[in-house]
């Protein structure tokens, strides 16, 4: 042990940095997101059975379970969006010196919060 | 055969062989196609996904309409539709290039993407059949 390897070093040996975690929350996300599709299909399905399975999904939905789901899913979706677009910039060659890198970090953390803000700003003064 | 053992001949031979080994090996036989795959479903994704954001924005907010009554109209049948087989597609790539990272058995990585995409099959014949259920029941 006398250097950082890599990130699986954690937590002793190695010192995190934005560009990092910004990389492994985009995995994460992408992860939450992909189990989200089966509450997606689920949902789905539940409108199209209608009744008592709609109503049962709607109320689970409603709860606080439910909405604790969404707002995470709102998260996810919308941090693994900011950073997609992120990622696509750097697949066409944009943005790879380093300060360009921090700041569209983060750009990242800051439009993914004000999505969210905004997404459920909206729901709760629409309601 | 005159193998002067030259440089053009030699670099020829390890290209050859490295190249044979790629076809059988990992996911240098269709890598640029995947990596190509998880781009454009990506893009389409950015207005699929906003699309479908606002519109469950609208739904959970709207006391005239229901969701059996948005997914009746062409558009968003179509839309949701596409959006699902979207994101099932840019899972199962994303998915796979995470497990490829970090399953090290050979049996268990053949495993966890046969369930991946099983999983990704299902789930699109349902949700697929559900919209289309909804949309010309209406």
């Known amino acids: 042990m006398e250097r950082p390897l890599s990130p699986f070093m954690f937590p002793a040996w190695y010192r995190f940095q934005?560009?990092?975690?910004?990389?492994i929350l985009h995995r994460l996300t992408g992860i939450a997101l992909a189990i989200g599709s089966i509450l997606l299909a689920w949902w789905l399905v539940a409108v199209a059975a209608g009744g008592e399975v709609f109503a049962a999904?709607?109320?689970?939905?409603?709860?606080?379970i439910g909405v604790t789901l969404l707002l995470g899913w709102s998260v996810a979706f919308f941090y693994h969006l900011c950073s997609g677009i992120r990622h696509l910039a750097w697949d066409a060659g944009y943005g790879f010196d380093i300060?360009?890198?921090?700041?569209?970090?983060?750009?990242?953390l800051a439009a993914t919060i004000a999505l969210t803000v905004l997404a459920w700003l909206y729901v709760w003064l629409a309601a | 055969m005159a193998n002067t053992g030259s440089?053009?001949?030699?670099?020829?031979?390890r290209d050859q062989s490295i190249l044979?080994?790629?076809?059988?090996?990992?996911?240098?036989?269709?890598?640029?196609?995947?990596?190509?795959?998880?781009?454009?479903?990506a893009l389409a994704l950015i207005p699929l996904g906003l699309y479908f954001v606002a519109s469950m924005l609208r739904l959970a907010t709207?006391?005239?309409?229901?969701?059996a009554e948005w997914l009746a109209s062409p558009v968003p049948a179509l839309l949701t539709i596409l959006f699902v087989l979207t994101v099932l597609a840019h899972a199962v790539v994303g998915l796979r290039s995470i497990l490829v990272d970090y399953v090290h058995t050979r049996?268990?990585?053949?495993?966890?993407?046969?369930?991946?995409?099983?999983?990704?099959?299902?789930?699109?014949g349902a949700s697929v059949l559900?919209?289309?259920?909804?949309?010309?029941?209406?």
């Open chain 1, 18 to 23: 934005i560009t990092s975690v910004l990389s």
């Open chain 1, 57 to 64: 999904t709607h109320a689970f939905i409603a709860s606080p």
């Open chain 1, 99 to 108: 300060s360009t890198t921090y700041r569209s970090g983060y750009a990242v």
């Open chain 2, 7 to 13: 440089l053009p001949n030699a670099t020829a031979e």
């Open chain 2, 20 to 41: 044979r080994r790629v076809r059988h090996l990992g996911s240098a036989r269709n890598g640029s196609q995947e990596w190509r795959l998880q781009r454009r479903t």
């Open chain 2, 62 to 67: 709207s006391d005239h309409m229901s969701a």
């Open chain 2, 107 to 124: 049996a268990w990585l053949v495993a966890a993407e046969l369930a991946v995409r099983c999983a990704a099959v299902l789930l699109a």
């Open chain 2, 130 to 138: 559900a919209v289309l259920k909804i949309f010309l029941g209406r």
